[in-house]
Structure formats: C-alpha cells, structure tokens
C-alpha cells in the first residue's frame, strides 16, 4: 500500500513541481542501485523534502518534526510517504533506532544534516545524528545539494555527488561531530562546484 500511494504521489507532485521551477537534476548516476543510502542534503526550502522526492531513482524515507505528525490529515499522508517522526533538539534514541533500520533494511535515508532551515541559503553546521548514522552502519553516504533559489520559471538543481567513501573514518572510530564535518565539506563542495 504504502509503496503504491508513494509512486502516485511522487507521479503528482513531480508533475506540479517540475515544470514550476523546471527542476534539473545532475550525477543522478551515482546514486547507488541498491543497499542503504545515507542521502545528506542541505537545507533551503520547505520543498526541499518533495523534491528530494522526485529526483532520487528510489524511494526516500525522511526523518520529519514530530509536529508534522500532530496535524490530522497530514500525519497519514507522511506515514504513507515513508516518513518518521523525529523530537528536535534532543537526543531521540527511538528516531535513532528506526534510522539505523531502514539503512540495516537497505533503504535510502533522506536527512537534512543542517537540522532546519537556512535563511540567507548558506549551509550550516551540520547535527552530529547524521555521522552516527554513517559511522553505526555500513551505507552508503550520498551527498546532495540543492541549488537555488524556488523561483518559478528559474531553474532549480538538484546535485548528487558521488559516495562518500567512509571507511578510513569508520576505522579511525572518529567521533559523530568529525564524521559530520567531513560529511558537510562533500555538500558545500558540491554548492560551490554548482
């Protein structure tokens, strides 16, 4: 059920969204066929997670507010959308734990490190659950950028960078904070390439 409404819904919405902001997306090539996919993207709109979405060959499961999941209607329509609720602000072990499954599970992983927002559009400093995430399992870590602005009629660029190769990290036992770093370096390099 779940997998279906997601192809419709993906089918939707990249139909309203592409030609809007006539949506171009680049390295597509190097998103990885299957296993987990860690996919780290920075953070400037709220469609940020929809075109995601659209533009990832697989389907994405995204960390969301757990205020989303307060509102009737759009908490099922979330959920169906493969999302999970997430406590901002604190160390939310049972968010942690459905993290680590999906990637364990082979699924991709969608996480915008920054945690909210960018206002001016320049990326922040990234939360240390994302390098937990990637130093706890052995996914693969896709950066990606999204390169604005959302004008109508302007185009927008989604960038998947290669896989991070995390190895040497994950043998070092190099903390969260400095996985995450490394990490956020591979998005603003893809944000200044584009």
Known sequence: MALSFYSFAKGVVSGILKPIYRIEVVGGEHFPKEGGVLLCSNHISNLDPPVVGITAPR????????????????????????AFPVKRGMSDRQALRTGLDILKDGKVLGIFPEGTR????????????????????????????????????????????K????????????????????????????????
């Open 59 to 82: 389907p994405v499961h995204f960390m969301a507010k757990e205020e989303l999941f307060r509102v009737p209607i759009l908490k099922h329509i979330i959920r169906n959308l493969n």
């Open 118 to 161: 960018s206002k001016d559009g320049k990326l922040r400093k990234g939360l240390s659950g994302v390098g937990f995430f990637a130093l706890r399992t052995n996914a693969f870590v896709v950066p990606c950028a999204i390169v604005g602005p959302y004008k109508p009629f302007r185009t927008l660029k989604v960038v998947y960078g």
């Open 163 to 194: 896989p991070i190769d995390m190895q040497e990290l994950r043998e070092k036992k190099t903390s969260p904070e400095e996985a995450t770093e490394y990490i956020m370096s591979h998005i603003q390099a893809l944000l200044e390439q584009h």
